[in-house]
């Protein structure tokens, strides 16, 4: 599945440090307008044109593999319409990523700065450290009830209510299942 999120980090937290790699389409066979009526959520397959007629409003829908939030498209419906919602971030590679879990040592040192790394066993984001100068991990083990790696927003959910904290703080995102589908909120952090 691909991914979609929103700008909504902790005051401390580091800046991306890669790119988003998905041009945009206009899903292939939806004339550009990017709606899909198949979808539950009303978020199409591939990522919509800017413009595009869209339903319902404020729903906002997820494109990319990135765990971080300013490292794949989003986009929200407004007014009947779509809105690109992108930061634009350049991300670092996921090639950059260790091959396993098992392989990041918890707040061992990191580089660079600002890669999300998404496992089937948690998530991890190398970035600032409380406890020292240098970036370290941070790592979100995967729950029995929070999958990993995270859904997309806009993504059906079946637990109402379902809170999913993917280290929100460290770049990250928090995601609720409302009205059956994933959406973004936003969680205090440790100042």
Known sequence: MQRVLRIGLCAFVFACGGAVTNPIDDGGTDGGTGQDASSPTGCPASP???GGACSPDQVECEYGSNP????????QCN???WQSMTSGTVCAPQSDCPATYADIPQNGTCSPRGLGCAYPEGT???????LTQNPSWTCNAETSTCPSPRPDIGTP???PGQQCDYASCSGGVALQCTGGMWTQVFTPCPG
Request: hydrophobic residues 30%.
């Open 48 to 50: 919509p044109l800017s």
């Open 68 to 75: 971080s939030l300013d490292c794949n498209q989003l986009f």
């Open 79 to 81: 007014a009947g319409h």
């Open 124 to 130: 991890c984001f190398c970035g600032n450290s409380l």
């Open 157 to 159: 959910c079946n637990e």
